[in-house]
């Protein structure tokens, strides 16, 4: 019989960390979902809190919205996670938008509208979405950009949760998220809408995530659809040749088929998974994963996807029942050529003609289209940082973010200029970029009914029906650039450091060759003398052109992780990765290292 007492069980020793004081949280446009309280950092102290830098016309952020739902949900009482808006387009500055979003979004936590961007300076940001974790005590421990880190963001809570706990800085309880009270109206946030042979209309009515079916006067409501967790912010429609209508389930990254008739709904493509690099990108339709499906178009005996997670196209083969990428590289960006070459960036809005596929290529506020050989060709837009309101030859009219196109009976097509405010013409035959409706707010979609067109007012919750004009509105030109502020480098070298830390319990997964990922290019490609192309180091040497003033760097880099335990044969695995479009003013004296932090913290 041994009688000594037993040694106490040693606390947890804390992982030795970076320790920066996390600036205050600050914004104009205040406080949502709060109450109406304004928040401090000093509020939140004793919780740990994820500050997520997000943007509302970005698909990377509602992935993270999405991605954090559990998080928030299993450490209610320790975690906090407050959102600051950081706008990229002008119309994402209003605070009316902001409140708009985070109702359509399903935004549970406080909400910081900063349309100056004043926090996102404060933090260093650099890319939406960013998230950064600030400890009880109110440092920060830690910075991810882009997607995939929430396992990684719940590891370093547990250890924050032990490490405060056992220190007494651990405040449990309730955060300060207050609901805001439901609105009844009968569509709510509705994306997309199309005509039914039986002359009513079919909206996807987005935030209630169902479908819904009004009558010929675009009011009465007949039906709704899949109320009953069928649909997950369903967008595009589409209706096949045998009858059925073709369903963008876009949060359940699937497919569906609804029929009209029998009411049936059936799964055509996904397997409810989000689609990440390196996985399968064809095969049989149930078995191959797909990443935020926004509209759909029956084209050319196929249905064509744009694939807004992934800045593709693909599509459903109803023959075969299987899919594949059709256009597109996953890279973000405006690239015309062949469709295996092409970068689209958020791809929202597809209308087909007998020989052209038109796109919505939201991101770049570009209006795009494929043709009968599978080339991809812009017919407005020139990038990701310009957009705005500007009629006239369309080789400098501008846009902002539009999500949606329709075929007109003359050739030209009508675009959803959303982020304006307004419907959109397009005549191939002129080259001219003219206006036909103003006053709209956040039109998603427009559909053709006799001599009238119906606009899908999202923000308004509505159909609306217009007479389709004979002549255009007279808009004064407006033109902006992004709201984000140029980083000053030097001309000649620049050192790129994409700052990449495996998780706690975790290491780079190199059971299969390099784990990292690294492509580079530029806008104008002039811009870099050297240091363009994909290899698998994280950090390259660039050159910069001293001839060119300014420009942007598109820098995407990935990661792959795995769980650092030898005794387990099949460890669990995760995909890090973001897309930078970082602006630059070469200037003497500026920059000679540019950070990009991937995930943890950057040391220089």
Sequence with gaps: MNDAVPAPTPAPVPRKRARVRAPELIGKGGWLNTGGKELTLADLRGKCVVVDFWTFCCINCLHVLDELRELEEKHRDTVVIVGVHSPKFVHEAEHQAVVDAVERYGVEHPVLDDPELATWKQYAVRAWPTLVVIDPEGYIVAQHAGEGHAHAIERLVEELEAEHGAKGTLRRGDGPYVPSEPVATDLRFPGKAIVLPSGNFLVSDTTRHQLVELGPDGESVVRRIGGDGQFKEPQGLALLPDGRVVVADTVHHALRAFDPVSGEIELLAGTGKQWWQGQPTSG??????????????????????????????????????????????????????????????????????????????????????????????????????????????????????????????????????????????????????????????????????????????????????????????????????????????????????????????????????????????????????????????????????????????????????????????????????????????????????LPLVLAGMDAE
């Design 284 to 593: 049989p339709a149930l078995d191959i994963d797909l990443s935020s499906p926004w509209d759909v178009a029956w084209w050319r005996g196929k249905v064509w996807i744009a694939m807004a997670g992934v800045h593709q196209l693909w599509t459903y083969d109803p023959e075969t029942a299987t899919v594949e990428v059709a256009a597109g590289t996953t890279n973000e960006g405006l690239v015309d050529g062949p469709g295996a070459e092409a970068w689209f960036a958020q791809p929202s809005g597809l209308a087909a003609t007998e020989d052209r596929l038109w796109v919505a290529d939201s991101e770049t506020s570009a209006l795009r289209y494929v043709d009968a050989e599978g080339a991809v060709h812009t017919a407005v837009g020139t990038g990701l940082f310009d957009f705005g309101h500007r009629d006239g030859d369309a080789a400098q009219a501008l846009l902002q973010h539009p999500l949606g196109v329709t075929a007109l009976p003359d050739g030209s097509v009508a675009v959803a200029d959303t982020y304006n405010h307004a419907l959109r013409r397009y005549d191939p035959a002129s080259g001219e970029v003219t206006t036909l409706a103003t006053d709209l707010r956040e039109p998603s979609d427009a559909v053709l009914v006799g001599d009238d067109i119906v606009v899908v007012e999202s923000a308004r919750h509505r159909l609306t029906r217009l007479r389709l004009p004979e002549e255009a509105v007279r808009v004064e030109a407006v033109a902006h650039r992004t709201r984000r502020s140029a980083t000053e480098v030097a001309p000649g070298r620049l050192r790129l450091d994409v700052v990449f830390q495996a998780p706690a319990g975790q290491k780079l997964d190199t059971r299969y060759g390099p784990s990292t990922r690294l492509l580079v290019s530029s806008t104008p490609p002039e811009l870099l003398l050297a240091g363009e192309g994909t290899g698998t180091d994280l950090a390259r040497e660039l050159s910069l052109n001293p001839e060119v003033g300014e420009g942007v760097l598109h820098v995407s880099a990935m990661a792959a992780s795995c769980d650092d335990d030898p005794e387990n044969e099949y460890p669990a695995c995760h995909m890090h990765q973001q897309d930078w479009g970082v602006p630059v003013r070469l200037v003497e004296g500026g920059a000679s290292r």
